[in-house]
């Protein structure tokens, strides 16, 4: 069965820094997807990702967070300069036709 | 109201029980609905679509009513696997489908 890959399944950053987190979508899929849980609470929708553009965000994803689809297979969630808040578990998905989401198995984002 | 939600719980059931979750959305033009299950810092994998009034896989029934805005997960005899957390999740009808989560319902079956 295909499969959403992310990597890594862990990363532990200082605050501040940068981290890209990284997401290979099932090929013939053409939406693509951040979603985010921290501990304890709700899976929260980040952004969607369409046609080599954003084509929706939530209030979460402010001018710290950005999306790229470098070369047509990754497709990776840069976060700028870390804040304490933005530990959580980070999932990608990705869609194929009307309602085929597909999660990946998330990264633990620790920032310490 | 809150555009997904669902009683936290946890609901503690003996294995053999039935068990039944619920969910109120507030968006009257949804019209497909999920239930998805969650386990312990893993990622959701979706169980049951409802696109009419419920569908039924084996053990598991889900339940719509539009009306009220109302949707339920019907679990029955329950195994020791089914411990996890049910999200009760809403697409947005936007063109790119966005998925609103419930906060879930954390099932605990013991022996």
């Known amino acids: 069965e295909p499969e959403v890959t992310q990597t890594p399944s862990h990363q532990v950053t200082q605050m501040g820094q940068e981290v890209i987190l990284r997401c290979v979508p099932i090929?013939?899929?053409?939406?693509f997807y951040w979603y985010r849980q921290i501990l304890g609470q709700k899976v929260e929708f980040l952004v969607s990702?369409?046609?080599?553009?954003?084509?929706?965000k939530s209030e979460i994803f402010d001018d710290q967070f950005s999306v790229e689809r470098p070369d047509g297979s990754n497709f990776t969630l840069k976060i700028r300069s870390t804040k304490l808040e933005d530990s959580a578990m980070y999932f990608c998905?990705?869609?194929?036709?009307?309602?085929?989401?597909?999660f990946g198995s998330g990264t633990r984002l620790t920032v310490v | 109201r809150k555009e997904v939600e669902q009683d936290p719980g946890p609901f503690n059931v003996p294995e053999g029980a039935t068990v039944a979750f619920n969910c109120t959305y507030s968006n009257s033009a949804s019209q497909s609905f999920f239930w998805y299950r969650q386990d312990c810092r893993k990622e959701p994998k979706l169980l049951m679509s409802v696109y009419s009034s419920g569908n039924e896989d084996g053990r598991f029934t889900a339940q719509l009513n539009r009306a009220s805005q109302y949707i339920s997960l019907l679990i029955r005899d329950s195994k020791l696997s089914d411990s996890a957390t049910y999200l009760c999740v809403v697409p947005m009808n936007t063109g790119f489908q966005k998925l609103v989560f419930g906060t879930g319902t954390r099932l605990l079956v013991s022996p």
């Open positions: 998905a990705s869609r194929g036709g009307n309602y085929g989401y597909t």
């Open positions: 990702f369409y046609n080599n553009e954003i084509s929706e």
């Open positions: 090929s013939n899929h053409l939406y």
